[in-house]
């Protein structure tokens, strides 16, 4: 029962899925499976939600190292979490002015709005930023011209790095017999042709494996649904 | 001097980052672009349609990747609403959705202001589900969005009529930073339904990999700030307001300039970096001997 | 005092005088924002038929603007229910502020954005400050990153699907009189299949009990075995037979008029060689030696070329993103330039431009 149920479910929802793809008269069924799927990652993002606090307590209940830090993730997550459900500070819909839970969770103007503008926006994108720092540390670091390969790689990352600038526009001078040798259609053709041939077959290879694992998953030979247990 | 340059703290490189790309903000450097071929193809496809055709918007992106990513959207935001292209907006990230909403509001409405919603754009808002929700849009749009952002049934929507799924519409513009973007809409949408062309702009991050559809399943890229700097040109020359560029379509050319001097300190560092390992190699064969 | 505590201490000693210079030389001030509040007024009216149409058909009961000019029309008269207002906040610009203020007191300061700017250039100089090393102040944002995000990516799921999608099929009254007056409140003759996501996702949530979590693996196959689905078609759909199609092309490329093209046929050329040559290094059934080998190793030769290109896009991409930051803190913040021409004209130290 542990087993054979799940394995049949995935069995099943797949196989229909790949049917209903080749016979339009059963693509409603497909689309239900569908609707039900992005139910289920709405639901996934509760999961989450339930399993960092249940983390976040275990941690502090046992006073484990840094326990002041989960305790602020716990309040701006709670903190976020009221905001946003029980939609204070927001305003009805103009066209349903009597159902205040009808408005936006997300208005700019409400509490929930202002945590999204000025707290997860800046630091997110201020992480992602950060890498700016430590790509310029590993350029001096790490990129060494040690064989044919590396020669390679730092080559073309040399040409598309300057061939992206503004600077590339000296090339320009170059006259139209000569146009194919400007930095700009040099790395024009480079990311078309020379990059393009071997991202086509890299993206072969993983769709063979996607396909591959795919199967697997759909005749029971994998169930990564059952775990360790 | 060498064991100098050897034992750099990798901090100087952080500070000589920072001011690269600090300096040209603070004094912005004058450059003007070329368009690429990609960027052209991509204008091509939203010029080439009659105005007035049904286009579907969808912001796959967070704050996170805005830096990159907003110009592009205002720029295609732009282009479209002076077509006067009927806009389909979606997210499948949920910050998408908020995103999609300023960007009507400070660019849409104030070069359209006569757009009418319900009936020139309408906001479908995120839904979570991934790939999962392109694979019903494309079939179904119904089963997934019951209602717009408003609260608003979709058969209330006068531009929602005889749309039942994104099959209905003339192009795709996606903008996109990763999973779920425009891999998945290749995947799920542009490629079996090929009726619809698909353009997408994208992070410097995935751009490569993108490449592989074009042209096929992808008509127009605008791969990371060099792609919205490339559009910004384009439109602003071919629909400036009053003569003169369009403020909101400065963003993408203003980043060029910290690009610049960012990635000749990179070529720069790139190059130290090597010249100290071949001194170090020789250092060692001498010692050697 | 240790070198750490030093360095801390002259950074904030700078930034402390850096931001009183900024006051004295900008007498606007700097990190200010500004909204404008708008009264709604909403009364409802009943929209009749339009005057010379069927008497009998049927009337629309609906909300519209108090004052606006779809009261004016004939067939339109207001309901007994009372006006409902509120007042509807937007940010404008300092720029646009100061304009208006002077006779209009709907444009005014914001102390909640204003404040909030403030904490936005917080937490960016607070994850940037790792840069140095790992401190507390960062830890302090990364801590509330992780809760923030947790949370707002729940609640995004919540009322946008999950509100719509599932608990509205199961009771269709309760969420009509709540959260989404614009549905009809009746049930669709098919509303006991929803049914089964509700009990899949019951389960799913069983997985944070330490004993329910078997059960989480039901609903766990039907996620795994849907992705599967959908993936097996689309990769080899859009991934494998498209990009097969796609790579056939011509060695003797022509343009419009037919005439040989050199320039796309050597290109095409490559592309293939390096589809190939890659494929053959990816394929493991053979051994990679002789010509299979040498043709393996150009194939190393294309990936190399195509990682070289990918990492210069992506640092373009990541400098991008630290622009955007670093506008933020001068442009939004500091007000040392404005790109936007949102606020103060330009200050002392950056006025030449």
């Known amino acids: 029962m542990k087993r054979a149920v799940p394995t049949l479910i995935a069995a099943t929802v797949g196989f229909v899925l790949v049917i209903a793809f080749f016979i339009p008269a059963t693509q409603s069924w497909g689309e239900t499976a569908v609707v039900w799927f992005n139910i289920l990652a709405g639901v996934a993002f509760i999961l989450g939600g339930g399993n960092l606090v249940k983390v976040q307590l275990e941690t502090i209940s046992a006073r484990r190292k840094g326990y002041g830090y989960a305790i602020v993730t716990l309040a701006a997550f709670f903190a976020m979490l009221a905001f946003g459900l029980l939609k204070i500070g927001v305003h009805p819909q103009a066209q349903y002015p009597l159902h205040p839970w009808a408005g936006p969770h997300d208005a700019p103007s409400s509490p929930f ?117 | 001097m060498l064991k100098f340059l050897e034992q750099l703290d990798r901090r100087v490189a952080f500070l000589l980052m920072g001011l690269a790309v600090a300096i040209p903000i603070l004094f912005p450097l004058p450059l003007s672009y070329k368009p690429s071929p990609l960027a052209q193809s991509a204008f091509d496809a939203i010029d080439r349609l009659p105005d007035g055709s049904k286009v579907v918007f969808s912001f796959d992106y967070d704050p996170a990747s805005s830096g990159e990513l907003q110009p592009m959207s205002n720029a295609l935001v732009y282009h479209c609403a002076r077509k006067r292209h009927k806009l389909y907006f979606m997210a499948l990230w949920a910050p998408g959705k908020t995103i999609c909403t300023e960007t009507i509001a400070t660019v849409l409405l104030k070069y359209r202001p006569d757009a009418a919603y319900g009936e020139d754009y309408v906001e479908l808002g995120y839904q979570s589900g991934n790939e999962g929700v392109i694979k019903i849009a494309a079939t179904d749009l119904r089963q997934q969005y019951k209602t717009d952002i408003k609260g608003t049934p979709l058969e209330a929507i006068p531009m929602m009529e005889g749309v039942n799924n994104l099959q209905a519409m003339d192009l795709l513009i996606t903008i996109s930073a990763g999973y779920p973007g425009s891999k998945e809409w290749v995947q799920y949408f542009s490629t079996p339904f090929p009726r619809t062309r698909m353009i997408t702009g994208t992070t410097g991050v995935q751009s490569v990999s993108l490449y592989p559809y074009i042209p096929n399943q992808i008509a127009g890229m605008l791969g990371a700030i060099k792609g919205a700097a490339e559009y910004e040109t384009i439109v602003n020359e071919q629909y400036p307001v009053n003569g003169k560029p369009v403020p909101e379509l400065g963003e993408g050319q203003r980043r060029m300039g910290p690009q610049l001097v960012a990635h000749m300190l990179m070529v720069s560092l790139i190059l130290l970096g090597n010249a100290i390992f071949f001194m170090q190699r020789k250092a060692r064969r001498e010692g050697r001997r | 005092m240790s070198r750490s505590t030093m360095v801390w201490l002259v950074v904030f000693l700078l930034g402390a005088a850096g931001l009183a210079t900024n006051l004295v030389v900008r007498p606007k001030g700097f990190g200010l924002a500004y909204v404008h509040d708008e009264p709604v007024r909403r009364v409802e009216v009943t929209v009749g038929p339009p005057i010379g149409a069927d008497a009998n058909e049927p009337t629309e009961t609906k909300w519209v603007e108090a004052g606006g000019p779809e009261l004016d029309r004939p067939n339109v008269s207001r309901t007994t229910t009372p006006e409902v207002s509120w007042i509807e906040e937007s940010q404008v610009t300092p720029a646009k502020a100061w304009d208006e203020m002077q006779g209009d007191p709907s444009y005014r300061l914001s102390l909640k954005h204003t404040l909030g700017i403030w904490v936005a250039a917080f937490f960016t100089l607070a994850v940037l400050s790792f840069l140095w090393r790992d401190n507390p102040v960062y830890k302090f944002a990364e801590s509330v990153i992780v809760g923030v995000s947790a949370a707002y990516w729940m609640l995004n799921a919540f009322w946008a699907t999950l509100v719509p999608n599932l608990i509205q099929p199961l009771f269709p009254k309760f969420v009509q009189s709540w959260a989404m007056p614009g549905t009809t409140g009746e049930a669709s003759d098919f509303w006991f299949v929803t049914l089964v996501p509700l009990t899949f996702a019951v389960m799913l949530l069983l997985r944070l009990s330490p004993k329910g979590g078997w059960i989480a693996a039901w609903p766990l196959a039907f996620v795994i075995g849907t992705t599967a689905g959908m993936k097996l078609v689309s990769h080899v759909q859009a991934d494998f037979l498209s990009m097969l199609s796609g790579s056939v092309l011509p060695l003797y490329a022509t343009d419009a008029q037919g005439r040989f093209e050199l320039g796309t046929s050597i290109g095409n050329f490559v592309l293939i060689v390096g589809l190939l040559s ?69 200050g002392l130290l950056f006025s030449i431009r």
């Not at chain 1, 945590?115 to 992602?128: G, K, N, V």
């Not at chain 1, 591959?212 to 029971?220: E, K, M, Q």
């Not at chain 3, 990679?288 to 190393?300: D, E």
């Not at chain 3, 195509?306 to 400098?319: K, L």
Request: hydrophobic content about 55%; aromatic content about 16%; proline content about 2%.
């Open chain 3, 278 to 346: 890659v494929l053959t290094y990816f394929f493991f059934s053979v051994e990679h030696r002789g010509t299979i080998g040498k043709f393996a190793r150009l194939g190393v030769w294309f990936l190399m070329v195509s990682f070289g290109a990918a990492f210069a896009f992506t640092v373009m991409g990541r400098i991008t993103l630290l622009s955007e930051r670093l506008e933020f803190l001068f442009s939004d913040w500091l007000w040392l330039i404005d790109p936007k021409g949102a606020h103060t004209a330009m």
């Open chain 1, 113 to 229: 709005g202002w945590m999204y503008e000025y707290i997860f926006s800046p630091i997110t994108a201020t992480m992602f930023a950060s890498l700016a720092f430590y790509v310029a540390s590993a350029a001096f670091r790490a990129f060494r011209a040690k064989n044919v390969e590396a020669i390679l790689l730092l080559g073309t990352a040399f040409l598309v790095l300057v061939g992206n600038t503004a600077i590339a526009r000296i090339t320009d001078a170059l006259p139209e017999s000569l146009a194919f040798l400007r930095l700009d259609s040099i790395v024009a053709n480079l990311m078309t042709y020379l990059s393009t041939g071997a991202w086509r077959a890299i993206t072969i290879g993983i769709a063979i494996g996607v396909a591959a694992t795919s199967l697997r998953v759909l005749l029971g030979i994998d169930r990564p649904y059952l775990g360790r247990t």
